[in-house]
């Protein structure tokens, strides 16, 4: 039952992703850019085979250019107010941007406003950030990465439409197959090996664990012991994999049995004791801090939740600035971009 479960999680995690990046078509490319935008074009030659930044040229007047127009600057919108940027450039002794998972992270903190802005837009908050936080020459040499990035999440979109087409036609195990090949291929194809491996090499290589994993698992030619035997033999192989699995499936088990606990009326004593067993003392003084921490946070939630319903009975409509004032005076940093996004999932 586990294993036919977490198939199911898995095939349906598939289709969700293709639904988003179906959508993802339709944002990067279904809406009308700016009139003007404030940061440079960039070209550059062969972009996909080179991270040579000394390759991408941008017209002189650009570099110098020292401020965006202020209408491009007061478009940021409310969802990035009060945040601060997730990921960070890290520069080489030639000053220029290094491609590293935390540059990947800071495309994807200003790319989360996708569907509430245009992309050229969001490409203009990217620039300003990076030409005030670093320099004009990193922003425009940064500026040439995320370009890249954007073009290959559009590809990827596109291409894992055509894979939605055969979704039915084939096993959970060849969808993953399909899938993986796909992301690997389109990875390298647009960003090119480097970038793609600093991006996504560690997920790469986690996701055909996972897969071999799965075809061991739903391979009906073994019998148990055989089953059991590559099983192990795998987890020889990716022993770190092996062991962040293990952990995974540990913490379901327990997350299942205190619930249960709970239902039958277990007291923060009864919990505490039952944690401890699974993972030590340590770890359930964590897990109880933890959850303080989350009694704490539905609090806040329920008093803004409350305090939001009478703004709203008031009159004021959804884009009132009191209510970015009353989100703002319960919550903070990445707190209001969770917030935003329980409110447009209508769970607030």
């Given amino acids: 039952m586990e294993r036919n479960s977490g198939i199911f999680r898995i095939s349906s995690l598939i289709a969700l992703s293709v639904i988003i990046t179906g959508t993802s078509i339709y944002l990067l490319y279904g809406q009308q850019p700016d009139a003007q935008q404030a940061s440079p074009e960039v070209t550059f030659t062969n972009p996909a085979l080179t991270s040579d930044v000394s390759l991408w040229q941008t017209p002189e007047q650009d570099i110098e250019d020292n401020s965006l127009p202020a209408e491009a600057i007061t478009s940021a919108k409310l969802s990035l107010r009060g945040t601060t940027p997730d990921g960070e450039l890290v ?82 195990t060849e969808l993953l197959q399909q899938r993986m090949e796909l992301l690997s291929r ?23 664990f996972i897969l071999s994993k799965t075809t061991i698992e739903r391979d009906q030619s073994l019998t148990e012991e055989q089953r059991q035997q590559k099983l192990n033999e795998l987890a020889r192989a990716w022993p770190e994999y092996a062991e962040q699995q293990s ?48 009694d704490q946070w539905q609090q806040r939630l329920n008093e803004y939740s409350q305090q939001k319903q009478i ?25 209001i971009k969770l917030v935003q996004a329980l409110e447009k999932l209508q769970r607030l």
């Fill in 311 to 335: 703004l709203l009975a008031a009159g004021l409509g959804s884009q009132d600035t009191s209510l970015d004032e009353l989100r703002t005076s319960h919550f903070s940093g990445s707190e």
């Fill in 91 to 172: 520069l080489n002794a030639a000053g220029l941007p290094i491609i590293t998972p935390s540059m990947r992270r800071l495309f994807e903190y200003y790319l989360a406003t996708l569907g509430e802005q245009p992309v050229s837009a969001i490409r203009d908050q990217f620039y300003n950030y990076v030409k005030e936080q670093y320099s004009p020459r990193v922003a425009v040499a940064s500026l040439a990465y995320f370009d890249r990035y954007v073009s290959y999440k559009v590809h990827l979109a596109e291409q894992q439409l055509e894979l939605a087409e055969m979704f039915s036609a084939l096993s959970i």
């Fill in 247 to 294: 952990l995974s499936v540990q913490q379901k088990v327990l997350k299942e049995q205190v619930t249960k606990a709970r239902a039958n009326g277990a007291s923060d004593t009864d919990i505490y004791e039952l944690r401890s067993v699974a993972f030590g003392y340590e770890a359930a003084e964590r897990l109880s801090a933890l959850d303080n921490q989350r």
């Fill in 186 to 208: 389109t990875r390298t194809a647009e960003l090119g090996p480097e970038m793609a491996e600093a991006f996504f090499g560690e997920e790469e290589r986690y996701d055909r």
